[in-house]
């Protein structure tokens, strides 16, 4: 049953939603077909993490994770191709409450977001909610979304254009 | 999806590479205004102003209409699609992270009926 459902995994796929709903907040939403404590379990071990954070056709490298997922454990994610050329993500959980919530902040610099992730469990499946709290409305705008945004210096324009549209 | 041909995508570049009419698209997102009122914030002449606009206008970037002797602008369907794809572009970031974690999820729950829960016991 299981090599079915990968083998179709299209007809299955649960749907991705965004939303912004305000000036600052992005929220995502997604269903997985299975308990909490295993989606939680795929988040939380950097081995598993690694695998799904920085997917290929983001056009990004995850090279290394490390994270200490405990209240005020911190995290750092080092992407790019080799040592020379990387860059790093930083920061703090601020809560983890075990099977049902993961806050952190992003540190690395002055526009980081507070991420809130909650896992709900109906049924066998878990409802995940990801919401990005961003200081400004214009680090919103900025924010990055891996390989689409190595695009012509025109989208920047775009993208400039959104501020004034929300 | 929102689906952009290239001739269009030319305007609206051009258009967008101006920083005043870059502001006048700021503007109107936050309320429709008359030539006349763009032109004073903006400290420009009429003339100046109604150019500008124009160009936006070609784009379908801003649509304007005139109601007795004021032309009122507001922004147009182009300007909202250009929206959508910017949640287009981060809806199909996030979908590619989950879809991903979804493999693993798969592997970890077959991993679990495997192995019951053994390691638990």
Redesign the interface.
């Known amino acids: 049953m299981a090599a079915n459902a990968k083998s179709d995994p299209a007809s299955s796929k649960n749907r991705t939603t965004v939303e912004r709903t305000s000036e600052r907040e992005l929220v995502v939403t997604r269903t997985f077909d299975a308990p909490a404590r295993i989606v939680l379990e795929a988040w939380t071990t950097p081995k598993l993490f690694m695998r799904w954070w920085a997917p290929k056709s983001m056009g990004m490298i995850l090279r290394s994770c490390e994270m200490d997922v405990r209240t005020g454990g911190k995290y750092r994610l080092e992407f790019g191709q080799d040592a020379s050329n990387s860059f790093a993500f930083f920061g703090r959980y601020i809560e983890v409450t075990p099977h049902s919530r993961l806050i952190w902040t992003n540190e690395e610099g002055d526009d980081g977001a507070v991420t809130t992730v909650t896992f709900e469990e109906r049924g066998g499946k878990t409802l995940l909610v990801l919401c990005e709290l961003y200081p400004s409305k214009g680090a919103l705008d900025a924010a990055g979304t891996g390989a689409a945004d190595a695009m012509p210096e025109q989208f920047g324009q775009l993208d400039e254009l959104l501020v004034t549209l929300t | 999806m929102v689906q952009y041909s290239p001739a269009r995508l030319d305007a ?2 051009a258009a ?2 101006d920083a005043t009419r ?1 502001g006048v ?6 309320a429709d205004a008359s030539i006349t009122d763009l032109a004073e914030k903006f400290r420009m002449t009429l003339t100046g102003m109604k150019k500008h606009v124009g160009i936006l206008e070609q784009t379908g970037l801003v649509i304007t209409k005139k109601v007795g002797r004021v032309r009122t602008c507001r ?1 147009g369907s182009r ?2 699609e ?2 959508a ?3 287009e ?18 592997e ?3 991993q ?1 009926q495997i192995h019951g829960r053994k390691r638990k016991e």
């Open positions: 609206s570049f967008l590479s870059r698209l700021e503007q109107l997102g936050r922004l300007a909202l250009v929206e794809a910017w949640i572009r981060h809806r199909r970031f996030w979908e590619a992270r989950f879809d991903a974690l979804d493999q693993v999820v798969e970890l729950k077959e679990e």
